[in-house]
């Protein structure tokens, strides 16, 4: 096992006895999935439920959304944000697996390879790494780790990923040193770490589990003595 993943299974087993189990959320059908990750980003969990459930009692069924207008489908998901960003999005990657599969489904993605399964994701418009490996980890269960902005900002201050890294480098390198068994539990744990504890500006270092794990928390900390020295 190299250091680095070494490393890894340290802050897992950390993030573990803190939060106790790091469960994914519930699995759902892997077109469902990516139209939900869609709708989810950059806004909280709150407004991208509202934004959902809107949808969704506009447009009943997968044919309906997708033969609706762009703004038919903004105005139901306006409570989500970027609402004319994402409905072209949304209408956009629908189309075109219709125009693939003949039908609105994405039930073939659970025959294929992890590595098809994400390129094919990631072959549809809009789809970056982050949204494939949301899909892959959630809704298939197979072994990815999502890199948010929360993951993304915790595993640089972790030093587990290189400074200016993008989404996609991000993505290589936490998949590469994380082991595969404890990839979605890892990101659970960051993503949660991220939203309560390291968040942007000035982290809580005095309360993380991973303070004396971490080489940026000694500059947040100056002479404050963090939970695990006392």
Not at 93 to 119: H, K, P
């Amino acid at each position: 096992m190299t250091a680095d993943r070494r490393r890894v299974r340290a802050i897992h087993g950390r993030l573990l006895r803190f939060y106790g189990e790091l469960g994914p959320p519930r699995r759902t059908d892997p077109l469902e999935e990516l139209v939900l990750t869609v709708l989810s980003q950059n806004t909280s969990d709150v407004n991208s439920f509202r934004a959902s459930e809107s949808l969704r009692r506009r447009f009943p069924t997968w044919e309906e959304l997708a033969a609706a207008r762009p703004s038919e489908v903004a105005d139901a998901i306006r409570s989500g944000g970027l609402a004319n960003v994402k409905a072209p999005r949304i209408l956009a990657i629908l189309r075109e697996i219709r125009n693939r599969e003949g039908r609105l489904d994405l039930s073939l993605l659970r025959e294929m390879t992890d590595v098809e399964a994400r390129e094919y994701l990631t072959s549809l418009p809009g789809v970056g790494p982050k949204t494939a490996a949301v899909v892959l980890a959630f809704s298939l269960g197979r072994p990815a780790l999502p890199v948010d902005t929360h993951v993304h900002r915790v595993g640089s201050r972790l030093g587990l990923i290189p400074p200016k890294a993008s989404a996609r480098r991000a993505h290589e390198v936490l998949e590469e040193i994380t082991p595969p068994d404890i990839r979605v539990e890892m990101h659970v744990g960051l993503i949660r770490l991220g939203r309560e504890i390291c968040q942007a500006g000035r982290p809580r270092c005095e309360e993380c589990p991973l303070a004396d794990l971490c080489p940026t928390a000694p500059l947040f900390l100056g002479g404050t003595r963090t939970r695990r020295d006392t």
